[in-house]
T-cell receptor
Framework: ETGVTQSPTHLIKTRGQQVTLRCSSQSGHNTVSWYQQALGQGPQFIFQYYREEENGRGNFPPRFSGLQFPNYSSELNVNALELDDSALYLC?????????????FGPGTRLLVL | AQKVTQAQTEISVVEKEDVTLDCVYETRDTTYYLFWYKQPPSGELVFLIRRNSFDEQNEISGRYSWNFQKSTSSFNFTITASQVVDSAVYFCALGETSGSRLTFGEGTQLTVNP
């Protein structure tokens, strides 16, 4: 196990609602990255947080937002949910973005939007 | 733009056969990082290996081996004497110099039959 935890494990929401997903990074890691994985596809980069600031963002609309806390845990918030937001959301932590450290993934949160 | 291509969508082998998973990448960076991850049905991405672009030495770890060829932009993964427990989706990923995003391929579903 990587030591990266995510909650909740599963979530069902309806279109238009808002959702918050949580991630605790591995001890000693200061960088958290979020990915969306649609069924049958590879993970797509959403954004990364390094020392509480956003560092890099993928091709996702502003309704996808995040936070990183002083203990380096992180949240992913999605507003105005759409059916296409149904996916596995993966969080990854790494020791230090500046050193291009390897990203270690958590078990993911499966989100279903009805 | 970074791109990773895993041309093999699905591979099915019989236990004890050797199998090679192909990965071809595109990048304009002179320094970059390549990864292989395994995703079992549970969904968590398990880190297997990391290779830096300036290190072309091939690597063997037990039944796993990796062949990095910069000249052909390929980073192939071979499992020797496959086992049923190797059944999973395998992803090749490209990391950029900034240490932020990973760009994943679409994955190869490997099924090892007894």
């Amino acid at each position: 196990e990587t030591g990266v935890t995510q909650s909740p494990t599963h979530l069902i929401k309806t279109r238009g609602q808002q959702v918050t997903l949580r991630c605790s990074s591995q001890s000693g890691h200061n960088t958290v990255s979020w990915y969306q994985q649609a069924l049958g596809q590879g993970p797509q980069f959403i954004f990364q947080y390094y020392r509480e600031e956003e560092n890099g963002r993928g091709n996702f609309p502003p309704r996808f937002s995040g936070l990183q806390f002083p203990n380096y845990s992180s949240e992913l918030n999605v507003n105005a949910l759409e059916l296409d937001d149904s996916a596995l959301y993966l969080c990854a932590s790494s020791a230090d973005r500046a050193r291009q450290e390897t990203q270690y993934f958590g078990p993911g949160t499966r989100l279903l939007v009805l | 733009a970074q791109k990773v291509t895993q041309a093999q969508t699905e591979i099915s082998v019989v236990e004890k056969e050797d199998v090679t998973l192909d990965c071809v990448y595109e990048t304009r960076d002179t320094t970059y990082y390549l990864f292989w991850y395994k995703q079992p049905p549970s969904g968590e991405l398990v880190f297997l290996i990391r290779r830096n672009s300036f290190d072309e030495q091939n690597e063997i770890s037990g039944r796993y081996s990796w062949n990095f060829q910069k000249s052909t932009s390929s980073f192939n993964f071979t499992i020797t004497a496959s086992q049923v427990v190797d059944s999973a989706v395998y992803f090749c990923a490209l990391g950029e110099t900034s240490g932020s995003r990973l760009t994943f391929g679409e994955g190869t579903q490997l099924t090892v039959n007894p």
